[in-house]
């Protein structure tokens, strides 16, 4: 059975075992996370749809770990000007292993 989340400002399709990094959420590992916001659950010719949300339908995940992702790096670069700036980021996200999906 696959489902489709919003969380973070994103939206993930998801199926049981699957695991995916997400933007930071609050929890240690080994915890476990339920998301109420479900856009989609089905599988084949059965599909739900909600309009935007499903009611009563939750997925749960269990919290495997939290960390950051590679640096990236942004340089602005004026020409001809003896301008030039350099910054870096590193974004925190929490990675998750899909447990169950319930309607």
């Known amino acids: 059975m696959d489902a489709v989340i919003k969380t973070g400002g994103k939206q993930y399709r998801v199926k049981e075992g699957l695991r995916l990094k997400v933007e930071k959420l609050s ?3 080994g915890e ?3 998301f109420d916001q479900v856009l989609m659950v089905g599988s084949g010719s059965d599909v739900k749809v909600g309009s935007p949300f499903l009611d009563g339908a939750k997925v749960t995940a269990t919290v495997t770990s939290q960390g950051r992702h590679k640096k990236i ?8 000007k003896h301008h030039m ?3 870096g980021h590193r974004q925190a996200y929490t990675e998750l292993e899909i447990t169950g999906i319930s309607v």
């Open 27 to 29: 929890g240690e590992p």
């Open 85 to 87: 700036k350099q910054m």
């Open 32 to 34: 476990t996370v339920e």
């Open 73 to 80: 790096k942004i340089i602005k670069f004026k020409r001809r």
